[in-house]
């Protein structure tokens, strides 16, 4: 509990650190399937544009980069900087800090920075999905922009207006007063498989309509902050620039939107991220009927269902998503759903994997009742949970001591009233000290054990108790910062 205290003085040196460290950069696609459609109702039909294989057996795309380059714009954005956390390099720290002083002579000194109120630039890509001037680019890329402009590969210019975007998805829609533009065939990313080649067009650092090839490396990738988009992953060289631009297959039709990078230097190193295009087609629906996106919520966290976690819980399959913590007074909670539930079903639609129910509940519309299946303690149960609406910002001492678990390896006490308070829990076991399987499961001093395999805990005696008849494998309910997850331990 005590190990937060510093954070307020630490962070800054970790953003020092966080400077030269490894990062993912954000940049993220937009266009929708079901709008796209609509849209071309209006549009010319144009004869099916595919690949073909050159001699060397190398996917030659220049008749999709020929009949499509057209609709790929570049993004320039303005807008005033705002410099509130760092000046001149240096973190806006009390001069009472005990880091204020260090900051201030060995500091980095960046005199090129800009200042509050300058104005700022910065560049990005979209593509047109309907011949009357709608585009789809990234959220990011006009985020906080006072001036949008739009050139089209004729070299034509254009002040666009923001329809909307949404930060949650990285999609933003866009208009510019112009007719008759080409357009983007929109196709279907569940159809596609892992290996198959696929097309990037877009302005990397400015350079505008370049083209670069590659393969889809995985599907429904799950990202650090991204819980319901299921990422298409690729080795097609995006870089900064690419946010928001079009991700062709070899029929010439758009299956994502280019969004993320992983580097550690900035630019590309051979893992790229793209929106799949139903789901910012929906997104995009949404913006351009409502101006606003209304996604559907349970108000649970939950995870993968691992191997150890499996056995645990004694489950025969390696499926579904584990619930590790409930909100109350949630849609989930008033259903009856409860911690260590593993959701295997929801209406009817099958869950995987974790990464499949959170896209499918940010589908649903807010009020609306459906059936969800589930495993609990070895048991399947269905109930009927009533969806609600996720809101924007979505997305110690104890009389009973510290008692060491040889056979877990922990150290642990009761929380007190005021650390239960602190914490938000109405029990739980501090962890003092660990070692052997909690050691080697990650487990650390601080963080608050609040079930184990799905039953509560609020004494060393239960504990003990449940250790003590559990089989080899016990997943533990972890709380540590406010995250609640399920940590197997492997007891041999």
């Known amino acids: 509990m005590n190990r937060n205290a510093f954070f307020r003085s630490t962070v800054f040196a970790a953003v020092v650190a966080a ?36 001699p060397s057996g190398v996917v030659d795309f220049s008749g999709i980069v020929e009949r499509y380059g057209p609709a790929v714009v570049n993004i320039s954005v303005s807008s005033q900087a705002r410099v509130n956390d760092v000046t001149n390099g240096m973190p806006n720290l009390d001069p009472n800090d005990p880091f204020y002083d260090f900051f201030r002579r060995f500091g980095p000194h960046f005199p090129n920075l800009p200042r509050n109120g300058q104005i700022t630039r910065g560049e990005g890509s979209g593509f047109i999905v309907n011949s009357d001037g709608v585009i789809l680019t990234n959220a990011h890329v006009v985020d906080g922009a006072q001036e949008v402009t739009v050139k089209l590969t004729d070299r034509r210019e254009f002040k666009a207006k923001v329809i909307g975007k949404d930060k949650q998805s990285d999609i933003a829609v866009l208009k510019i007063a112009a007719s008759n533009l080409p357009v983007v065939k929109i196709g279907d990313p569940a159809s596609a498989k892992v290996g198959e080649p696929v097309l990037a067009i877009g302005s990397p650092y400015g350079f505008e309509n370049s083209a670069s090839a590659g393969i889809i490396s995985a599907k429904s990738r799950t990202l650090p902050q991204d819980n319901y988009v299921p990422f298409i992953q690729t080795d097609v060289a995006v870089n900064p620039g690419n946010s928001g631009g079009p991700l062709f297959n070899v029929r010439g039709e758009v299956i994502g939107v280019n969004s ?162 602190q914490a938000g829990v109405p029990g739980g076991l501090l962890v003092e000290d660990v070692a052997g399987p909690a050691a080697r499961a990650g487990i650390q001093a601080g963080d608050v054990v609040l079930s184990l395999n799905g039953t509560p805990v609020n004494s060393v005696e239960q504990l003990r108790s449940l250790a003590a008849k559990a089989g080899k494998h016990v997943a533990l309910l972890i709380l540590r910062d406010s995250n609640k997850i399920f940590i197997p331990l492997n007891l041999g």
């Open 260 to 421: 993320q990078i992983y580097s550690q230097t900035g630019g590309y190193q051979g893992l790229s991220f793209a929106i799949p295009i139903d789901v910012a087609s929906k997104v995009q629906n949404q913006l351009l009927l409502h101006g606003k996106v209304t996604r559907g919520r349970l108000g649970i966290v939950i995870q993968d269902v691992s191997q150890a976690l499996a056995d645990s819980f004694g489950l025969k399959q390696l499926k579904g998503a584990l619930v590790s913590s409930v909100e109350k007074d949630s849609p989930a909670g008033r259903a009856g759903i409860e911690p260590a539930d593993v959701i295997v079903r929801l209406g009817d639609k099958d869950i995987n994997s974790s990464t499949d129910l959170p896209a499918l509940v940010a589908d649903l519309q807010p009020g609306t009742s459906i059936k969800l299946t589930l495993i609990r303690k070895g048991t399947p149960k269905t109930l009927t949970v009533t969806v609600g609406e996720m809101k924007a910002d979505q997305t110690a001492g104890g009389d009973e001591g510290s008692v060491q678990q040889g056979r877990m390896g922990l150290a642990v006490r009761p929380l007190d009233r005021d650390e239960q308070r």
């Open 19 to 54: 400077a030269v460290g490894a990062y993912v950069h954000f940049e993220s696609p937009g266009a929708g399937q079901a709008q796209a459609a609509m849209f071309a109702q209006s549009v010319p039909v144009a004869a099916p544009v595919s690949s073909v294989a050159a």
